[in-house]
């Protein structure tokens, strides 16, 4: 009898710790993401290629406003203010990558941007080049959170991905905005536990982020997190399939992979990391909220937006980064749950939120969703000449500099009502108001 209780007791240990588990993360499961399909209220309408650029030197893409600590959109003395990762303009576009750099814009109307510079420089900050973040002020003190990509001094180009924070003192007149004295720090790197390595990654995978690190203050708790771009923790040989990453046993039954090995390969995650200190500088990370095992690599610039008792998990993924036996456009996708760190179930069943019309696939991407439900994005490929390609990598440098936006697309209107979302209708570009 004593090893029958003893026996009972492990088994009910072991049971309750995976349970807590993997009850906090939730899956997008194969199924979900397998009814993925554009409907009129999903879909962006088609912009006019007949745009002005925001910053004519420059091509501008990622983008996100400054906010204040509970998630609002903040005015500085009469003062909207964005980041952007941008490049000089007279550089191939397929290259801005690899010297993003973070300027801000600012703006009184909230849809008219003059630029204002380089949010710090660069020189002083992590990583050889800095990608997407996230601002926050609090108290006139800037927090500008992003991705420490590279190392400095490096010779080629690498891809190791940090998260970093930049404080600074905000300088505000009547002559616009500025920032200085940043002081830089490193805030988070992936364990291996709940968070890919590089070096894991190295093992097989077909790629590895850590990235986008986005603030996000709990209104339910005043709790502070980061969300960011991860990927599911360890090498392609110790992953093992879940059921639960197909979906429900009647679509399970049904369902057999194209390639099992391959679609194993696919393991985004979006990841968050709750803060231990007052400064923001310190975090503990905690398991992915959302998980996309064999269903998709790269849940990018995730960020969410609460209404009533509901949290609205939002991500940008591409058409290229789902796996094998699924067919997804590029497009804003997600998730609504009434915690913050378990049960997100996909918004309009699938998850699709938002996705360019098929006949331009590619027009827009790295949407945003604000808290009044407006929508930013940036004005990436246009087709001119009728051809609707997903990568400009392949054409003459020409047919590149003439067929990147580089530029704030037209802001789109979101209804969001419990689990449906619905587009409404566009705006002026770059309109956060
Ligand atoms: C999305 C993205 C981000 C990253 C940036 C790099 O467009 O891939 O995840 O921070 O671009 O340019």
Excluded at 81 to 105: C, E, M, N, Q
Excluded at 219 to 247: C, H, V
């Amino acid at each position: 009898s004593f090893l029958v209780t003893t026996a009972l007791v492990s088994t009910l240990a072991f049971g309750s710790s995976v349970s807590a588990e993997t009850s906090q993360t939730s899956n997008w499961t194969i199924e979900d993401a397998s009814q993925i399909e554009r409907t009129k209220d999903t879909t962006a309408p088609y912009i006019e290629p007949d745009f002005e650029k925001m910053a004519p030197e420059l091509h501008v893409w990622d983008t996100w406003p400054l906010r204040n600590k509970d998630g609002s959109v903040a005015k500085v003395n009469g003062y909207y203010v964005i980041f952007s990762l941008t490049a000089p303009s007279d550089l191939l576009p397929g290259k801005r990558h690899d010297v993003a750099t973070i300027r801000y814009f600012y703006s009184k109307d909230g849809k008219s941007w003059k630029l204002g510079g380089e949010a710090f420089d660069p020189t002083g900050a992590y990583g050889s080049r800095q990608w997407a973040g996230s601002a926050m002020i609090e108290d006139g003190e800037l927090n500008l959170f992003y991705t420490a990509t590279g190392r400095k001094g490096e010779e080629g180009v690498t891809y190791e991905q940090r998260l970093a924070l930049a404080k600074g003192e905000v300088n505000a007149s009547s002559e616009g905005i500025s920032f200085e004295n940043f002081d830089h720090s490193i805030i988070l790197e992936p364990e291996g536990e709940h968070y890919q390595t590089e070096e894991q990654a190295a093992q097989g995978d077909i790629g590895y982020t850590f990235r986008d690190p986005w603030f996000f203050e709990d209104p339910k708790t005043g709790k502070d997190y980061i969300l960011f771009e991860g990927n599911s923790a360890g090498t392609p040989a110790e992953r093992t399939l879940d059921t639960n990453y197909i979906g429900s046993r009647s679509f399970q039954k049904d369902f057999s992979f194209t390639d099992e090995g391959f679609a194993k390969l696919f393991n985004g995650a979006i990841g968050i990391a709750e803060a231990t200190n007052d400064s923001y500088t310190e975090y503990e990370a905690l398991p992915p909220i959302l998980e996309a095992n064999y269903v998709n690599q790269e849940l990018e610039r995730p960020h969410i937006v609460t209404k009533g008792n509901q949290y609205y998990l939002f991500t940008n993924t591409h058409e290229h980064k789902f796996g094998p036996d699924l067919d997804a456009p590029d497009g804003l996708y997600g998730f609504s749950s009434d915690e913050l760190t378990s049960g997100y179930e996909p918004l309009n069943d699938s998850g699709l939120v938002l996705a360019n019309p098929e006949e331009h696939a590619y027009q827009s991407y790295s949407w945003m969703v604000l808290p009044n439900g407006k929508v930013i994005s940036f004005y990436n490929f246009h087709d001119l000449d009728g051809k609707n390609i997903s990568d400009l990598g392949g054409t003459t440098p020409e047919y590149q500099m003439s067929h990147f936006g580089g530029t704030l697309a037209p802001t789109i209107k979101l209804a969001i009502q419990n689990d449906k979302t619905k587009v409404i209708k566009d705006g002026h570009p770059g309109k956060i108001k």
